[in-house]
């Protein structure tokens, strides 16, 4: 892309059955970028985050993306059976990646239950989990879904904080959100 | 697409073939009591159940394929690993096809190696095995294969069974034509040639449809 | 011609007066195939006698749920390939048709077959390889149907069906292959309509009475007349839903 941008969607719009969500919404990231997309129950920020990500086709307009990003869904892309260490060691097999898996799942507070299966966690451990995806490979685009949900404050904190650093290193974060959180965007879009 | 993503696919979908319905006892807890129940609904003799012992067994075969079928993606779907799989590999379709392969791996070919056991009990002749048994791997695959399209295609419809069932029925019928007239007629017969023919083009195909109905499931 | 009526508003313009003339036309072409298929054409004992009149709907019907079917493929491969929307109102509107076809050539051979197989009248025909064809086309359109309602908005719906109305299109000549090999002996006619073309034909059996054959086109005309005008029909209740749907939405985003 033309201007450095790290993602770029332009003139994206959705259609669910015969209600139009929004129409000629654009969003661009260039790095150290926070966009929040902001919305009501239903507006839709989730399927732009979608579209965005590449998983839903919009009914108009392109996205451009720098690259592969990381992406967090509602659901964290846990199965049952698997255990912290063992989501982590397969997407480390599926994507190339070297990286420690000890320094990671430290990293997100996951010492303890590193070994666990998933289907024993809380929330908040399997939300940790997925965010130790994203230090598993450097991307520069990191896409999430109300990443801040079922965290409790440190893991809110510790979220920031990688998002933070994330930024510093020239990276670009948008998340869809639809509480408060304690992170200070660039710029927001609502729909 | 290096080998790695592939390998480390069919490592997952083996944990969770496992992980999911005790492993093997499903599939082969339903074809072996399908099959225990042709002599109670047709009867004793022999001569009969011998008859139509080949039919019973690609039947209880057609329909254990069809126990698992539900959640091998609907799975992925509703706890969001399909978005993974959707993004980073470059392609759905050969994922598809690696978990469509590691399920009848788990589900399809376990009943394989018992056919010969409930072959006797049927009256099915020894020389016949061979063939037969072959006939079962290809045809099982190929069940799994198209089966494996329907439940990609209704991954995000709930209790979604009878509807695969419906889907795949159809698609089923040759390979079960093929099949049962396979183990009468051996390896030198028109049915080998097309239960082969039939396979190699389920797993040209199917995986194609799956990707783009897992693409669309995802939406 | 296709390509004039792929607009939405020429289509309704156009089948606004198309589709009752195409009712009225279908239905005196069939009217007229029956009485005299019916009443006034002299039976043949060869094939079946009195019963073997039930071929005037049988096998206009068993054309016409083959061409329906590849219709139903073929309007599928035009949504998926160029998004026309009314390719996928049209697939939608061919299903239900063609499986009501299927349905009528299954009973209409059941019937004819009766004599060949001994059995009364009521009885269906499980055994003969073209019936069952037929019977297994029957269940692809009815997999279709099922696959579309079952999924939740109308776009998931297109695509899934289109899918699904490809993979069907091109199994279909294996099914055709296996269900002739499952049956090795059969009380079907050889293809006996096509032969009417020789001068002369090789075997005094083979070949069609002239006087059948009229009926059967007359009757194949009919029908696709028929068929059109219920299809168009279809198409147009579903582009007037649509369209109110739009409405409603559109009404509801404004309150």
Redesign the interface.
């Known amino acids: 892309m033309s201007d450095g941008a790290l993602i770029s969607g332009a003139n994206l719009g959705a259609i669910r059955g015969e209600r139009v969500l929004y129409r000629n919404i654009s969003v661009t990231a260039q790095a150290g970028d926070l966009i929040l997309l902001r919305g009501a129950n239903g507006s839709g920020k989730t399927t732009l985050l979608?579209q965005l990500?590449?998983?839903?086709?919009p009914q108009s307009g392109i996205v451009e993306r720098e690259g592969?990003?990381h992406?967090i869904?509602?659901?964290?892309?846990?199965?049952?059976?698997?255990t912290p260490r063992s989501h982590l060691s397969?997407?480390a097999?599926?994507?190339?990646s070297e990286a420690d898996m000890g320094l990671i799942l430290n990293e997100v507070g996951l010492n303890r239950p590193a070994d666990v299966p998933c289907r024993l966690l809380s929330a908040g451990q399997k939300r940790r989990t997925a965010l130790a995806r994203l230090l598993l490979e450097q991307r520069k685009l990191w896409l999430l879904d109300e990443p801040f949900n079922a965290l409790d404050t440190d893991g809110q904190a510790l979220l920031a904080e990688m998002i933070e650093a994330h930024r510093s290193e020239g990276g670009a974060v948008l998340a869809a959100l639809h509480g408060s959180a304690p992170i200070e965007a660039t710029r927001e879009v609502t729909l | 697409m290096?080998p790695?993503?592939l390998?480390?696919?069919f490592?997952?979908s083996l944990?969770?073939a496992w992980?999911n319905g005790a492993g093997l006892l499903l599939p082969l807890g339903f074809f072996t009591g399908t099959a225990t129940l042709v002599p109670f609904a047709l009867g004793p003799e022999a001569e009969l159940l011998s008859r139509v012992g080949p039919g019973v067994l690609w039947l209880a075969l057609a329909l254990s394929s069809m126990v698992t079928l539900e959640r091998v993606f609907q799975?992925d779907l509703?706890?969001?690993?399909l978005?993974?799989w959707?993004?980073?590999?470059g392609s759905i379709s050969l994922v598809a096809a690696i978990k469509t392969l590691t399920h009848w791996l788990v589900s399809g070919f376990p009943l394989v190696l018992l056919t010969p056991l409930i072959g006797f009990g049927l009256g099915v002749p020894t020389e016949k095995m061979v063939p037969a048994m072959l006939g079962y791997a290809m045809g099982g695959l190929v069940f799994f294969l198209?089966g494996g399209?329907a439940a990609a295609?209704?991954a995000?419809?709930a209790r979604?069974g009878l509807?695969i069932a419906?889907?795949a029925?159809?698609?089923y019928?040759?390979a079960l034509?093929?099949g049962v007239?396979m183990v009468e007629a051996g390896f030198d017969s028109?049915?080998f040639l097309?239960l082969s023919a039939?396979t190699l083009?389920a797993l040209g195909?199917a995986p194609a449809?799956m990707g783009?109905?897992l693409r669309?499931a995802?939406? | 011609m296709l390509s004039y009526l792929a607009n939405p508003l020429r289509f309704m313009r156009f089948s606004r007066l198309a589709v009752p003339i195409s009712f009225a036309l279908g239905a005196l072409m069939i009217g007229w195939s029956l009485y005299n298929g019916l009443f006034v054409v002299p039976p043949d004992d060869a094939q079946g006698g009195d019963l073997m009149r039930a071929m005037f709907t049988h096998v206009p019907s068993a054309w016409l749920c083959m061409g329906l079917y590849a219709g139903l493929a073929g309007a599928s491969f035009i949504w998926f390939i160029w998004r026309h929307e009314l390719a996928d109102v049209a697939a939608r509107a061919i299903a239900p048709i063609g499986a009501g076809y299927t349905a009528l050539c299954f009973i209409t051979g059941s019937i004819w077959g009766q004599k060949g197989w001994g059995a009364g009248w009521h009885n269906l025909i499980l055994g003969d390889s073209r019936l069952m064809s037929v019977l297994?086309?029957f269940?692809?359109f009815?997999?279709y149907m099922?696959?579309r309602a079952?999924?939740?908005t109308r776009q998931?719906a297109a695509?899934?069906g289109a899918?699904?109305a490809?993979?069907?299109f091109?199994?279909v000549p294996?099914?055709k292959?296996?269900?002739d090999?499952?049956q090795t002996t059969t009380i079907h006619q050889p293809s006996s309509v096509i032969s009417i073309g020789n001068p002369e034909p090789r075997d005094e059996d083979s070949g069609m009475n002239i006087i059948y054959l009229q009926q059967l086109l007359w009757g194949f005309g009919g029908h696709t007349l028929l068929a059109a005008a219920m299809v168009m029909m279809l198409m147009r209740s579903e582009v007037y839903t649509q369209q109110a749907d739009r409405a409603l939405a559109l009404k509801l985003e404004g309150a």
């Open positions: 979608r990500a590449g998983l839903s086709e592969l990003h992406w869904g509602h659901t964290n892309g846990l199965k049952a059976y698997e397969h997407w097999r599926v994507w190339g | 290096s790695s993503p390998l480390s696919a490592r997952s944990s969770e992980a799975a509703q706890d969001g690993a978005d993974l959707l993004q980073d590999i198209w399209v295609l209704s995000s419809v979604a509807l419906l889907l029925l159809p698609l019928v040759p034509i093929f007239q028109p049915s097309f039939s083009f195909v449809a783009a109905a669309l995802a939406e | 297994v086309l269940f692809l009815l997999g099922a696959l079952a999924l939740e998931k695509r899934a899918i699904l490809m993979i069907g091109i199994n294996i099914i292959v296996s269900v090999m499952w």
